[in-house]
T-cell receptor
Framework: QKEVEQDPGPLSVPEGAIVSLNCTYS??????FMWYRQYSRKGPELLMY????GNKEDGRFTAQVDKSSKYISLFIRDSQPSDSATYLC???????????FGTGTSLTVIP | DSGVTQTPKHLITATGQRVTLRCSPR?????VYWYQQSLDQGLQFLIH???????AKGNILERFSAQQFPDLHSELNLSSLELGDSALYFC????????????FGQGTRLTVV
């Protein structure tokens, strides 16, 4: 079993829709939870990160962490065609330097 | 532009050969991470260097090695290449060794034929 599981999609939504992206994990030691966005032929870019449980909001993006369920989510409100990309979740423990990535979910927002 | 520079962007080589991938971190960043991204495996952590010292190893094959030089740039050496080594190789950098905010380069696409 992989440490981080992510549905690869692809996910296709109309412009303006609310998008929900999710990851599950198995290691209860993970404390830092990150979401990266990767456009085609580009490197991943950090969207946001949260520490431990709770929610974090940044503009149209909201990250949620439920440590009891080992489940994290990224919500995108009022989705735009420019949001079309692959979204990767990543996690890290308090100690150690290794990031554990999901395989990514491909999202297409149709105008 | 993340500020992390990787060269070359593309590399095509034959099986059994050896290649070197180069990474220049963002100005001021002391940490360099190397990742391999393939279609079926996603982003796999290979190795982490901090200020010239190896800090963590992930799923890095013995045929692969890396180093970080005094000027903080890093090189990833891949030898005895196999078809399965074809992938995107990313370098990321961050200010400290425990920093959550790592910035990725554009990657080197390696094709082994």
């Amino acid at each position: 079993q992989k440490e981080v599981e992510q549905d690869p999609g692809p996910l296709s939504v109309p412009e303006g829709a609310i998008v929900s992206l999710n990851c599950t994990y198995s290691n209860s030691a993970f404390q830092y939870f990150m979401w990266y966005r990767q456009y085609s032929r580009k490197g991943p870019e950090l969207l946001m990160y949260t520490y431990s449980s709770g929610n974090k909001e940044d503009g149209r993006f909201t990250a949620q962490v439920d440590k009891s369920s080992k489940y994290i989510s990224l919500f995108i409100r009022d989705s735009q065609p420019s949001d079309s990309a692959t979204y990767l979740c990543a996690m890290r423990m308090d100690t150690g330097n290794q990031f554990y990535f999901g395989t990514g979910t491909s999202l297409t927002v149709i105008p | 532009d993340s500020g992390v520079t990787q060269t070359p962007k593309h590399l095509i080589t034959a099986t059994g050969q050896r290649v070197t991938l180069r990474c220049s971190p963002r100005s001021g960043d002391l940490s360099v991470y190397w990742y391999q991204q393939s279609l079926d495996q996603g982003l796999q952590f290979l190795i982490h260097y901090y200020n010239g010292e190896e800090r963590a190893k992930g799923n890095i094959l013995e045929r692969f090695s890396a180093q970080q030089f005094p000027d903080l740039h890093s090189e990833l050496n891949l030898s005895s290449l196999e078809l399965g080594d074809s992938a995107l190789y990313f370098c990321a950098s961050s200010v400290t060794s425990g920093n959550t905010e790592a910035f990725f380069g554009q990657g080197t696409r390696l094709t082994v034929v």
